[in-house]
């Protein structure tokens, strides 16, 4: 693998912007034993180094910091630029008790999943110079 020099990727997700599609689960995922919204409203993840996978394929490796917990993540992503934009996708697996998400009650992972499939579609447009 290729090493693309000194690119980083920085990513800020703001985390009160959750939807569940129910109110009553909306609510619940802010508390402390998930999200605790009130304390960490952002995730945040930053690569220290970019790998050109093959073509288009690229491998962000980084930490991402999540309810106050920073965890090393590996982001697999697509890089497609057009005329006027660029899309950048990927999907990834995270493991909710690295973060300590769905504790105490819920951290088994009898009743909800401990692995979370997170997907991502980012479409940036070019900026024509003035």
């Not at 999540?66 to 697996?93: C, E, H, R, Y």
């Amino acid at each position: 693998m290729d090493y693309i020099a000194q690119q980083q990727l920085r990513v800020v997700v703001d985390i009160t912007s959750v939807d569940m599609g129910n109110s009553d689960i909306n609510q619940a995922i802010r508390d402390v034993d998930w999200f605790d919204i009130k304390s960490h409203s952002q995730a945040v993840f930053f690569s220290d180094e970019i790998k050109v996978v093959s073509g288009t394929e690229f491998l962000a490796k980084g930490k991402l910091q999540l309810k106050g917990i920073s965890q090393p993540v590996n982001v697999p992503f697509s890089w497609q630029p057009s005329a006027d934009s660029v899309s950048m996708t990927g999907k990834l697996i995270l493991s909710r008790s690295d973060f300590a998400i769905g504790s105490p009650e819920w951290a088994s992972g009898d009743q909800i999943g401990i692995d979370v499939d997170v997907s991502f579609a980012v479409k940036m447009l070019k900026h024509a110079s003035e």
